[in-house]
């Protein structure tokens, strides 16, 4: 079955740190474009990062350029985002998502996502 | 970065009524190869969105032909043929021809 796994949310200070986790099951995410969204509740979704790890790249929402670096780890099948310099903003749910290969990047499997809680 | 526009905010249906969303973009979401980027989410209460349409016009896997989308350029639309109990939630449209993706801002659909 094809899935995405969140994990590492919580909560944490300003400027503090997190590293989210995405792992993949049924397919190799190293072969597709795999993004981070994040939705604050009660909002839309807003699109953070994404990677293509088998040839590095990356792109980033200029909101967390700077602060949020996106990898892959294709041993464990897994997607990482670290989360440094956190603010009060950052605060909502962190979805990993795969974009579907000749679907346009349309986003076709989600995980269920982690809540990341930005407060002093 | 490109505007998604979609209206209505919120949708009241009886179950058998069609239903209309309309999403328009701020610039083109003609791709180089002709394709439009534009797709269409639900997102059901406590759950994350789910992929109903690609590329303006193409069901996703599983998703019941009730649900078509058309449009190009910057005017889309999706249509339900006959709304039942299980489409509640709420509708996303998405463009995906340029970074940063942006989302619309949602149309609730209520039975």
């Known amino acids: 079955e094809v899935q995405l796994v969140e994990s590492g949310g919580g909560v944490v200070q300003p400027g503090e740190s997190l590293r989210l986790s995405c792992v993949a099951s049924g397919f190799s995410l190293g072969s597709y474009w795999m993004q981070w969204v994040r939705q604050v509740p009660g909002q839309g979704p807003m699109w953070v990062s994404r990677?293509?790890?088998?040839?590095?790249?990356?792109t980033y929402a200029d909101s967390v350029k700077g602060r949020f670096t996106v990898s892959g780890d294709s041993a464990k099948n897994t997607m990482y985002l670290q989360m440094n310099s956190l603010r009060v903003e950052d605060t909502a749910v962190y979805y990993c998502a795969r974009a579907a290969v000749g679907g346009g990047d349309a986003l076709d499997v989600w995980g269920r996502g982690t809540m990341v809680t930005v407060a002093s | 970065d490109i505007v998604m526009t979609q209206s209505p905010l919120s949708l009241s249906v009886t179950p058998g009524e069609a239903a209309s969303i309309s999403c328009r973009s701020s610039?083109?979401?003609?791709?180089?190869?002709?394709?439009?980027?534009l797709d269409w989410y639900l997102q059901k209460p406590g759950q994350p969105p789910q992929l109903l349409i690609y590329?303006?016009?193409n069901r996703a896997s599983g998703v019941p032909d009730r649900f078509s989308g058309t449009g190009s350029g910057t005017d889309f639309t999706l249509k339900i043929s006959g709304v039942e109990a299980e489409d509640v939630g709420v509708y996303y449209c998405m463009q995906a021809v340029e970074t940063p993706l942006t989302f619309g801002g949602g149309t609730k659909v209520e039975i």
């Open positions: 990677i293509q790890s088998a040839g590095g790249y990356t």
């Open positions: 610039e083109s979401l003609v791709y180089s190869n002709g394709y439009n980027y």
């Open positions: 590329l303006g016009s």
